[in-house]
């Protein structure tokens, strides 16, 4: 999916300026890179429709979805894209199957827990499916958060720094996980050379406050 | 021993309670998540029955919900029978008595939510009822409760705004914080007793509830 971002996002003192354009060819994964605090988690969170801009435009698959001059804004749930956070941010009410079973869109209830089923089984995670999250290790949390933001067939997926918490054994483990499995267009936010080394095709080159442009990861 | 007025209480409190927590949940929601004219007017308002003398709110309800009062004619040409001095306008006035005891629990509850695991559970899809009903509200569920239990507990206590908008008729309205002053005027001591020895075993209950529901952790 093309992804086309020309906007100024205000977040109280900090200032935004991201503009790029992405095309499928440049993926499966770009990352965004650059600085702690140089607005990439921001970007994301813009481009999910969790935060209006302040001027200019987002097009997703040549799709305007926000707009701050006419003030149109598609909300985040209209916008097909699956997110994963630094944190799971899993509901901790539900358990790991539940959690997933949440974002499939179509189908009865045995049909959505069949498909979560699914989910889990190719991120590695088949056996945590009646857990709660609380009874999981960090690296469990983020194969279930990444099972549940592909159980909703999203058409962009956002990684904002989902590997950053872990352990260096487990990232490692997950980048593999998520060089066998993305498959859809993916923006991933990180402040890793190495994890853009491992992941990236393309690159969105941050500095703070801006974004500088697209290159080639390899 | 008399019971109707323990069973008058019990039946009273409990419809007032319903409807002070189906208002108070979905107006504690409208305030916390809202933006809107008038919010801080409505909240003031909600929350008068806590800081006016009860005889007071139960005057002004009278005022409001009266024989020559638009609303009490109305109510008179609909059930055929005047709204004051009746069960109906006890539990009136218990509702108004409990409304912001859960309003405001319910409301601080549903603040405490992290507002980054709804963006997520919108980021799959869900519409905003989905996550007001599937993520905020369970997880806000121990403040809710605590809330409706501090509800209950007033409107079962409630005696200066009931007195005024449903009087004392012993066998209809006498509700038991009306009955123990009755018997104390009545010089009947042992029925006094009894009596508010069961209103204080129960508020004693709803505390220790309330206190088990708002310790931390989810």
């Known amino acids: ?218 | 021993m008399d019971w109707f007025p323990l069973l008058l209480s019990l039946r009273v409190a409990s419809l007032a309670t319903l409807m002070a927590a189906v208002l108070g949940i979905g107006g504690a929601y409208l305030l916390a998540k809202g933006r809107f004219p008038g919010r801080g007017l409505l909240e003031a308002v909600a929350s008068l029955p806590i800081v006016l003398p009860p005889t007071v709110l139960g005057y002004y309800l009278l005022v409001v919900l009266g024989a020559r009062s638009p609303v009490g004619r109305a109510w008179e040409s609909v059930f055929g029978g005047p709204l004051v001095f009746s069960v109906t306008g006890a539990v009136v006035a218990a509702t108004v008595s409990a409304l912001p005891f859960c309003l405001r629990t319910a409301r601080a509850a549903i603040e405490q939510v992290d507002p980054r695991v709804e963006a997520a559970a919108r980021t799959l899809g869900l519409p905003e009822w989905r996550v007001a009903l599937q993520v905020t509200l369970p997880l806000a569920r121990r403040g809710v409760i605590a809330g409706v239990a501090l509800g209950f507990a007033r409107a079962l206590g409630d005696f200066g705004a009931t007195v005024m908008v449903a009087g004392n008729i012993p066998g209809r309205t006498q509700t038991m914080p009306i009955a123990v002053y009755d018997a104390v005027q009545a010089g009947d001591d042992a029925r006094a007793g009894t009596l508010a020895l069961i209103l204080a075993v129960v508020a004693v209950a709803v505390l220790l509830l309330v206190n088990r529901f708002s310790r931390a952790g989810v």
């Open chain 1, 1 to 218: 999916m093309t992804v086309a971002v020309d906007a100024v996002l205000r977040a109280g003192e900090f200032v935004v300026r991201a503009d790029f354009s992405l095309t499928a060819e440049q993926g499966p994964i770009v990352a965004l890179f650059g600085p702690s605090g140089s607005g990439k988690s921001l970007t994301l969170a813009l481009i999910a429709g969790l935060l209006r801009p302040d001027s200019g435009t987002v097009h997703l698959g040549g799709r305007l979805v926000a707009d701050a001059a006419t003030g149109l804004h598609v909300r985040t749930q209209d916008r097909r894209v699956g997110m994963v956070f630094q944190e799971a941010l899993l509901l901790p009410h539900r358990t790991a199957l539940d959690n997933v079973a949440l974002a499939v869109r179509a189908g009865s209830r045995a049909e959505q827990q069949e498909r979560a089923r699914e989910e889990l089984a190719l991120v590695g995670a088949e056996q945590l499916a009646e857990q709660h999250p609380r009874t999981l290790s960090g690296g469990e949390r983020q194969r279930v958060a990444l099972a549940r933001a592909l159980a909703g067939d999203p058409q962009l997926l956002l990684l904002d720094e989902p590997l950053s918490a872990l352990d260096q054994p487990t990232r490692i483990a997950l980048r593999v996980l998520l060089r066998e499995r993305v498959t859809v267009p993916t923006l991933l936010v990180t402040h890793d050379l190495d994890e853009v080394a491992a992941l990236a095709d393309s690159v969105v080159e941050y500095e703070p406050g801006r974004t500088l442009g697209v290159r080639a990861a390899r």
